[in-house]
């Protein structure tokens, strides 16, 4: 399969511009990037990378237009990296309900939260609680990671309390990259294990953190405890992802950190297996490049059934009884036997 580029970088609220010249090869490389770049066409004066008028009245529909735009992209990049053709037209039907809205989305979610943006025409819980994650940071970190921008540190240096070095340690050290996962390793007993962090410095970060998360879940009650997949399915995944990807058979994206050439070469897969849909890409952070684990740490995302998004690490450990052995990072008591061959 031919590999194909990053798509070039859209309109977001918050995000610095990557380097223009790479930028602009990628572009030219990329027919994802160029799909992206007519989906974006309809974004408003105002947002990152689209002139500003020399004076204007704040408009009630400001968000509409530039939120489409990004679930347009989301639906070009799923359909250049071989995802479900139905969960790409699901994000197009929602792009055009918004952009057609007759009243501004940040207003309609202001009064009735993720319930009024669930009872949209093809605006499910999984829209919903992406369009809440935009309107509430102006980022959209799936949306993100699909370009290979993602930038885990950033994300945790929004986190009151969390500065550069508390925000890499965290990212590290938990082997997370999403708000989501982070609030679940403070539940979990993780956070607080980590060297100067301790019970109370953890339950600081927990509050932090879930405050966070609950400006875009309000009015959604929580009544049922997350869903995990079970290991072996995990593991199942894994599998499949590093033999696709040492066969050259998946698409490939040009992460944004430790590429300075802004070359395509991270494989990303998106599969569907009975309720749960994952998306699995080798571990780009700077402790994998450091140790030289990049192409033996997948990080995956699996989305249950009720559109929770969950993020598991699944390693080969060098030492110890596990030594050889694919594990899922936290849940290694869960470990089959006998364990898949890494």
Do not use: C, K
Not at 192 to 218: C, N
Not at 238 to 262: H, K, M, S, V
Request: proline fraction near 10%; charge should be positive; aromatic fraction near 4%.
């Amino acid at each position: 399969m031919p590999r194909t580029t990053g798509p070039a970088r859209p309109a977001d609220l918050s995000a610095s511009q990557p380097d223009r010249p790479a930028q602009a090869e990628r572009q030219r490389a990329s027919p994802a990037s160029q799909a992206a770049a007519q989906a974006r066409a309809g974004a408003p004066a105002g947002w990152p990378g689209t002139p500003a008028p020399a004076s204007s009245a704040p408009r009630s529909d400001a968000d509409n237009a530039p939120i489409a735009s990004m679930l347009r992209e989301m639906a070009a990049l799923l359909d250049a990296q071989n995802g479900q053709p139905y969960r790409a037209a699901a994000f197009r039907h929602a792009a055009d309900t918004i952009a057609g809205l007759g009243t501004g989305v940040r207003q309609l979610f202001d009064r009735e939260g993720l319930a009024g943006l669930d009872a949209l025409p093809g605006i499910g819980p999984s829209i919903a609680a992406a369009i809440a994650e935009i309107l509430a940071t102006g980022q959209w970190g799936r949306l993100q990671r699909l370009r290979g921008e993602a930038d885990a540190e950033a994300l945790f240096r929004t986190i009151p309390g969390v500065g550069p070095e508390l925000a890499q340690q965290l990212h590290e050290s938990l082997g997370v990259d999403t708000l989501e996962a982070f609030e679940a390793a403070a539940h979990d007993g993780r956070l607080e294990r980590l060297p100067r962090i301790g019970p109370r410095r953890a339950a600081a970060l927990r509050a932090a953190v879930t405050e966070m998360l609950d400006r875009r879940r309000r009015l959604r009650p929580r009544t049922a405890a997350p869903v995990e997949p079970p290991v072996t399915l995990l593991l199942e995944v894994d599998r499949d992802y590093r033999q696709a990807a040492e066969a050259g058979r998946l698409p490939t994206i040009a992460p944004r950190r430790f590429n300075p050439r802004g070359e395509a070469w991270l494989p990303v897969l998106h599969t569907q297996r009975g309720d749960w849909h994952f998306t699995a890409l080798y571990s780009n952070t700077a402790r994998a490049h450091e140790l030289g684990r990049v192409h033996d740490w997948v990080v995956i995302y699996a989305e249950d059934p009720r559109h929770a998004e969950r993020q598991y690490t699944v390693v080969t450990p060098q030492g110890g009884p596990l030594a050889g052995r694919r594990v899922v990072r936290g849940r290694e008591h869960e470990l089959p036997h006998p364990a898949p061959p890494a």
